[in-house]
């Protein structure tokens, strides 16, 4: 299907073939961009073919002479970065790609994938029409047939099983509208069984870091880390998943002479440009972090002042980081103590320093205590709150901030809010539906107040015995709107799960591994695919890394029969009976919810993160003026008349209502700003008070304010003791007072009119109040992170003392991670399977691949899966380079067959996979298994068709970085 690499004759290069279309006269930057062909993808494309080795594609539908181009903005629908995609359209047609000269962030870069989504909407890939599996073959049916087959089928079970026997498996691909909507539809429908790909990604940083120092989210953003003196990065690999941003990040290294430190197992593109690059075990992070710390509290680099003024608990740190001694840190992690100690000295004393990280941090069962390590770090040398520096975590897909900012998440409601009956009772407000009607929707109160299924676990949900799983009944349908099956674990035992299912639904723009794995274990009927259209052919705002958010428009209308997200969530809540309370407040236009009205419901209650700032008309002026706003401080001249004073894209938080214009909050914790200039302290969300010690911060403020020391969250009485309740309007007070029995128990995240907020602005404080941050978090099983060795452990001699953590009941379901790590020390599986598995991402490659592996543009890139190994294992194997090998698992007699890359980027005793493939199980190539023409054009073994149990006890994060497999020839 694709083109070959190289040819048996020699031939012009891309390069030769693009500049001899223009070198015959002089003509403008611009024109050679056009002529070029480079205007539809920028150098980043250009950089990422092997020159002298591709034949040039000829472009789809190219720009056609003497037509008109209307150009129309949107955001790429790959990483978080959040880079603007500007289309040329002629005709409703896209016919080109401008790359945004104007946007702060890519400045007229794309990387290969980005410079490629237009292929995402002309592709023949995709799936055109709604397809219903009967027989065990795919026949084309009508979209209102699908539509109540469906809800017929889930009406049906619902009846016989309850609302939580089916899981709303949602997408960090849907618009902060889509999700919103998909998120109201599982709580009208009665349960918290709904997720989406932050439980896989980053559920450990948003517990972690919020349970340090109050909201979980990047501080900074790429732009600001242009500030810092000293970046480490450990468990990120920007250069293949966020090359934009790593564009900041090497300009900023230049300009400054800074320090770049790369913490990885795995010598990666991104490690090549570091100043020093660090190997270590994976799965080791705390203890290589506590190894810094404790070079930095024997020499004194800490910063007292800091601590002393903004937190709590770290003398506590201080006694746990005693144990990781110099010696005891290179027995666990393998690094050189005088290496630890060079590292931690830069980050301590050439500052700003930044703490940057990724998935490399987050997929491990200590995932949430790794990520409060470098929250940790970062406190004790000072490294937050100011330009340069701050924990800044590169988020994996484009909106999968907004979307768990958003609560499509098993244990919160929108906006963090939780799952409490105060949190119902607020949202119920919003909808103006009565508490008592959401209620009656679960089967019980103490279910509509426990959180669900992590996604992690669904197919466990579906298998395990129906007394171990914490609900009425099993798992007995899943609808699955935008997520790849091949990005969860243990894909053997998800095939399990997909026999016990009585309905699988399916909307995506593509059939995915869902549907190639289903026939394959067996699945014959009652499953569905929905032809859902790109991002592109949509409209609404999504989130990137740094919490800004952007307005994409709708590009070109969908083809064939797609459907948008809005579409399909509003005709299944009507099949469902459940449009009229859905859209009670949101105007619908034929079968379609407007993004725009939907925002502004979101505007109305998301006043606990500080979501209701951003209407959609400043949302579109930003898109508009993009080249208004400074490339590094990310603001636009105060004196502007549309976007005076803004930070781009009006970073969360964006206090009170839009037309009081805070203008965002680029650097999160920035005591050196006022509040309406996006200052902010720590978040007081823990209390005021601990064990005799304040939890509230000490001499510390932000700019302005007229309260000069730490303070409580506000609520009316806090308001009323300082008699600022005066400054309320009558309006506002009216509002609050139909809030609760209570009106002194109002607070600034429930209050629905946004009068709270706007008072405690305008004396210059912080309506979150004014605290410390924790270093000590005594609601998570390790209050001070503690390295535990992985489940599956090569050093079976460290097991013993630092175990994982104990058996127990999470998430409905049981963790049993500590007997499988001590049957797997018991049966010597480190012996039978010796090598560290890690995975990660590629340039090429997004997510699950199935979107990017039907790409033509990108897959020619890279054709094949396969399996870095060491020189040294390979040659113990008789393995060659580029041959096929068996990867075997240590769990469920797991294989994968796989080309063999041989290169030292791995060390010895480790092997790395990416996570991008699927269409392959077990050495059998699925592709008949897709609807005819649906199929990717590159097929490949899923990584996570070897990897193993493991699940962090605080989010069900699980741990596909770290677990032993055997590579044998094939």
Known sequence: MLTKRKSGQASRTRLHTLMGTVASAPIDRRTFLRRSGLAAGGMAALGSFQLGTVQKAAAISPPQPGVPIELKKSVCTHCAVGCTVTAEVQNGVWTGQEPSWDSPINRGSHCAKGASVRELVHSDRRLKYPMKLTAGQWERVSWDDAINGIGDKLLEIREKSGPESVYWMGSAKFSNEATYLFRKLAALWGTNNQDHQARICHSTTVAGVANTWGYGAMTNSFNDIRNSKTMIIMGGNPAEAHPIAMQHLLEGKELNQANLIVIDPRFTRTAAHATEYV????????????????????????????????????????????????????????????????????????????MIWCMGQTHHTVGTANTRASCILCLATGNVGKPGTGANIFRGHDNVQGATDIGLDVVTLPFYYGLTEGAWKHWSRVWEIPYEDLLSQFDSKEAMETPGIPLTRWFDSVSLPKDEIGQRDS??????????????????????????????????????????????????????????????????????????????????????????????????????GLADKMFKKIAVEGDRPVPEEVLREMNRGSWSTGYCGQSPE???????????????????????????????????????????????????????????????????????????????????????????????????????????????????????????????????????????QRVVLSHGCHPYGNGKARAVAWNLPDPVPTHREP????????????????????????????????????????????????????????????????????????????????????????????????????????????????????????????????????????????????????????????????????????????????????
């Not at 020499?299 to 608990?313: L, P």
């Not at 027995?331 to 005088?338: E, F, M, R, S």
């Not at 592109?536 to 709708?554: D, H, K, L, Y």
């Not at 009216?734 to 809030?739: C, G, K, P, Q």
């Open 279 to 354: 190997r270590f075990r994976s799965g080791t992070d705390i203890a290589l972090l506590w190894g810094m710390l404790w070079h930095i509290f024997e020499n004194g680099w800490e910063d007292k002042e800091f601590i002393a003024q903004r937190v709590y608990g770290m003398d506590e740190v201080r006694k746990e980081v005693a144990k990781y001694t110099p010696e005891e840190v290179e027995q666990i992690t393998g690094v050189p103590g005088d290496q630890v100690k060079h590292v931690a000295e830069l980050f301590a004393t050439q500052k700003p320093s930044t």
């Open 475 to 576: 798992m007995r349908a899943m609808f699955i709107q935008g997520h790849a099956s091949n990005s969860i674990v243990r894909i053997p035992e998800s095939m399990k799960g997909l026999t016990g299912l009585e309905l699988l639904v399916v909307a995506d723009p593509h059939p995915t591994t869902w549907a190639s794995l289903a026939l394959e274990a067996g699945r014959q009927d009652h499953t569905y695919l929905l032809p859902v259209c790109t991002q592109f052919e949509t409209s609404g705002s999504r989130v990137a890394s740094n919490r800004a958010i952007q307005w994409g428009e709708q590009i070109v209308k969908p083809s064939f029969e797609q459907k948008d997200d809005y579409q399909v969530i509003y005709l299944l809540s009507k099949k469902l």
């Open 618 to 756: 400043r949302l579109k002026a930003h898109m508009k003026n993009q080249h208004k706003f400074d490339l590094v401080t990310m603001r636009a001249p105060k004196d502007d008349p549309e976007v005076g004073g803004d930070y781009y894209g009006l970073p969360w938080p964006c206090w009170g209502k839009p037309e009081i214009r805070h203008p965002g909050t680029a650097n999160l914790y920035s005591t050196g700003l006022h509040v309406m200039d996006g200052g902010s302290p720590f978040r007081a969300r823990f209390g005021v008070e601990r064990n005799g010690q304040t939890l509230l911060a000490e001499g510390s403020y932000t700019q302005g304010s007229e309260l000069t020391d730490g303070y409580p969250e506000f609520t009316m009485a806090v308001l009323k003791k300082l008699g600022w309740d005066k400054d309320l309007t009558a309006q506002e007070r009216a509002v609050i007072e139909t809030i609760g029995d209570d009106i002194n128990k109002v607070s600034w995240s429930t209050d629905l009119s946004g009068g709270i």
């Open 791 to 970: 489940i599956y452990s090569p050093r079976v001699d460290l097991v013993a003392k630092y175990p994982t953590y104990p058996d127990a009941t999470q998430f409905r379901l049981p963790n049993i991670g500590f007997s499988v790590q001590q049957a797997a020390v018991e049966k010597g599986i480190a012996r039978t399977f010796p090598l560290i598995l890690t995975s990660g991402r590629l340039v090429e490659y997004e997510g699950g691949g199935e979107e990017t592996r039907s790409n033509r543009w990108l897959a020619e890139l890279q054709q094949e899966m396969f399996v870095e190994i060491n020189p040294a294992d390979a040659s113990e194997r008789g393995i060659g380079d580029g041959t096929w090998v068996w990867v075997n698992g240590a769990e469920n007699n797991a294989k994968a067959r796989v080309k063999a890359l041989v290169t030292e980027r791995v060390g010895r005793g480790v092997a790395f996979m990416p996570f991008h493939f699927g269409g392959w199980f077990q050495g059998k190539d699925l592709r008949a298994h897709y609807p005819q023409g649906s199929d990717p054009y590159v097929l490949g073994e899923s990584v996570n068709s070897i990897t193993t149990y493991g699940y962090d006890p605080v989010t069900g994060m699980q741990e596909p970085k770290c677990t032993l497999c055997q590579i044998v020839a094939a």
